[in-house]
């Protein structure tokens, strides 16, 4: 583990990004927001990787906002299919069964024991089709639940099926994309992909879509396969950085697929041709949806997205509280999602705020299905829910996000952060943090591959490390379009240094002397990277005063917790991606957010954030005052005098 991974941690906590490891691996997750300059130290690039905040148990619904339960079935074990309506009924799988059940009342119209699992249904023409984990496919009645024929394959088939001009398209995990005769079952053709099937096929203008992983552990690659939908036959393929375990949506030309390298894909559905790619990290299981010119999806960084369908940019993002692996729903201008935080959300499509919210007993993994304003949902309490979809969406408490786009013409700049943190209850903990960093980094200039410093690696010593890190740390860096790049950062009596100019870059520790590393440079601009990553609650409803800061023109807010309630969680470990680690100290999190005051300069074009000052005080369990401030700034923009030139002479 180099220290300096532990650097970029930090800064990765403070601005709102988890940061995770498993055996002494760095990794980035989310939308990254650490400056990319000091990244230079990590030996490979960074794989998105999240974390799982802690979620709550509840004994029973509760609602929030307009969102109102119809009524709710017992369905005996998790929820987790997505439910299908037709006819006046609703179909959907749990506890081993596929059920039917009157969508009005709720009344159990029939049930089918699948056996060993079963993927969500999918109903066309009067039959039900549902696979199992035995590697079964069924084919059922819709109005009485009798088996009109199944399809033995080799291997799971949980996934959903497709069905188009008399076929019907399942995925196998052994490896197989069946076409079956939808009348009788029979195979009419098989094709075999060299990876492993991740999704479940989708057909569009007689062609079949679908997505797969690398079995090789050294390969993180996925692929999107488009196949003749008569023949089997392949027409291209598309490879993405990792295995893609959503659906794809195919709507007028373009497949739209999010892949767990953190990107969601724009792709030509007749050539396979990258149109866009636009980072939703860190981690995609939910499919995209596709409406007016806008694409919907969720993220297991917790965020709900909504992208330009043709360009990928981002128009807005709403944030939950846990992963986000539950498909989007849209109607009537309103998109409708879960989350493992529990809740069934309701978002307005053309902005992002919140219309209602519908709490559950667990997690909501399961994709809505909304028809005549009923939405219905399932839940891991074992429940299928229908809730009343309306509402006059007035808002109800909760914000999209700040979505900041930063200036094309911004080429130069300097950037200043400092954190400071008063707990006079930790002296003694950040002494001897402060401590084992300087010693982690004595022992990494000494070359050693077994430093102290693997004793602050990620996961329990991230703790350690952040104690360090917010009591004292500044750091100053710039940059000059295209491609140099300077951080100087001082934490306590730790000094790093790191100048990247073109594809070279250096790094310096302290007062020793500057050496050149090999490791691949990223981007540089550090106003890019943290526009991606900048999360806060999107204060553009609240007063504000205009003023020029830095030579840019800003609306600057003042506020505080009762302005914001969320600003509390700003401060909290949990938010800033740190209170996961096993010895960040819970005191700090619950104590320095009782009250909290914050300066805020938005750019009045793009939003990105000129300037920052942010103060949590509170009270140690010890009854002392503490305190956790953090100041940021961008400033000197486009300023000719800024130069970055390489310390040392290179050839």
Same mark, same amino acid.
């Given at each position: 583990?180099? *220290?300096?991974?532990?650097?970029l ?17 760095a ?14 130290a ?14 709550t ?35 959907f ?16 119209l ?57 076929? =019907? ?27 492993? $099937? ?29 196949l ?6 392949e027409?291209?393929?598309?490879? =993405? ?57 969720g993220s ?33 201008? =309103? ?11 309701? *978002? ?46 007035? $808002? ?57 410093s ?24 710039? $940059? ?48 890019? !990277? ?15 005063s ?25 401060f ?21 957010? !009782? ?32 305190? *956790? ?7 000197d ?15």
């Amino acid at each position: 583990m180099k *220290l300096q991974v532990l650097v970029l941690c930090g800064l990765a906590a403070l601005l709102g990004v988890a940061c995770e490891s498993g055996d002494g691996d760095a990794e980035l997750p989310q939308e990254s927001a650490v400056p990319a300059m000091a990244a230079w130290a990590i030996e490979a690039l960074p794989s998105p990787a999240g974390h799982q905040p802690t979620t709550t148990s509840a004994a029973g619904p509760r609602i929030d906002g307009n969102g109102e339960l119809l009524w709710r079935f017992d369905a005996g074990g998790h929820v987790q299919s997505s439910p299908a309506v037709a006819d006046g009924v609703v179909y959907f799988s749990g506890d081993n069964n596929v059920y039917a059940l009157d969508a009005t009342t709720g009344e159990e119209l029939w049930r089918f024991e699948t056996g060993r699992g079963s993927s969500s249904p999918t109903v066309v023409d009067g039959v039900v089709y549902a696979g199992n984990f035995d590697g079964c496919v069924y084919a059922l009645d819709a109005g009485t639940g009798q088996e009109r024929w199944s399809f033995k394959a080799d291997g799971e088939t949980a996934s959903s099926a497709a069905v188009l001009d008399g076929l =019907v398209y399942v995925t196998s995990q052994d490896d197989h994309l069946y076409a079956l005769d939808a009348r009788t079952g029979q195979e009419r053709w098989r094709w075999k992909t060299a990876d492993w $099937f991740t999704s479940s096929p989708v057909v569009a203008d007689a062609m079949v879509y679908v997505f797969s992983g690398s079995y090789a552990a050294d390969q993180n690659e996925g692929h999107v396969y488009a196949l003749d939908a008569s023949t089997g036959e392949e027409r291209w393929r598309f490879k =993405v950085g990792d295995a893609m375990a959503s659906d794809p949506a195919v709507v007028d030309g373009v497949a739209y697929a999010g892949s767990s390298d953190g990107y969601m894909y724009a792709i030509d559905a007749a050539t396979g041709q990258e149109i866009w790619r636009s980072m939703t990290g860190p981690i995609t299981l939910s499919s995209p949806a596709v409406q007016d010119g806008t694409v919907y999806i969720g993220s297991m960084n917790g965020y709900v997205y909504a992208l330009d369908a043709t360009t990928g940019e981002k128009l807005w993002r709403f944030s939950t509280g846990s992963w986000v692996a539950s498909s989007p729903a849209v109607a009537d201008g =309103v998109v409708y999602i879960g989350s493992l935080d529990n809740y069934v959300y309701a *978002l307005d499509a053309a902005t992002g705020a919140e219309r209602w919210r519908f709490e559950t007993g667990d997690g909501v993994g399961s994709s809505p299905a909304v028809l005549d304003g009923v939405v219905y949902v399932g839940s891991d309490d074992g429940w299928l829910y229908a809730i009343d979809g309306g509402g006059n969406g007035e $808002f109800t408490g909760q914000r999209p996000d700040i979505l900041c786009t930063v200036p094309h013409d911004i080429k130069s700049y300097r950037f200043t952060m400092v954190t400071r943190m008063d707990v006079p209850q930790l002296d003694n903990e950040i002494e001897e943090a402060r401590r084992q960093l300087e010693e982690a980094e004595r022992a990494e200039l000494q070359g050693g591959e077994e430093a102290p410093s693997a004793q602050l690696g990620l996961g329990e010593g991230l703790g350690a490390f952040m104690l360090a890190f917010l009591a004292d740390m500044r750091m100053e860096a710039a $940059f000059v379009a295209p491609d140099r790049g300077e951080l100087r950062m001082e934490m306590g009596n730790l000094e790093f240094a790191g100048i990247g100019v073109g594809d070279k870059q250096w790094v310096r520790f302290g007062e020793t002397d500057w050496r050149e590393t090999s490791e691949e440079t990223e981007e540089l601009n550090l106003l890019g !990277d943290l526009c991606l990553g900048f999360s806060f609650p999107d204060v553009t409803g609240y007063q504000a005063s205009e003023e020029m800061r830095n030579g840019v023109a800003t609306y600057h807010y003042q506020l505080d917790e009762s302005d914001v309630p969320q600003l509390t969680d700003f401060f909290r470990g949990d938010t800033m991606g740190i209170g996961e680690a096993e010895d960040w100290p819970d005191h700090v999190a619950d104590h320095v957010a !009782d009250h909290v005051a914050v300066d805020l300069w938005l750019a009045r074009d793009g939003n990105w954030p000129v300037r920052m000052q942010a103060e949590g005080r509170g009270k140690d369990d010890e009854g002392n005052e503490t305190s *956790l401030s953090l100041f940021m700034e961008f400033k000197d923009l486009n300023d000719p005098d800024i130069k970055i030139e390489p310390p040392i002479d290179s050839d």
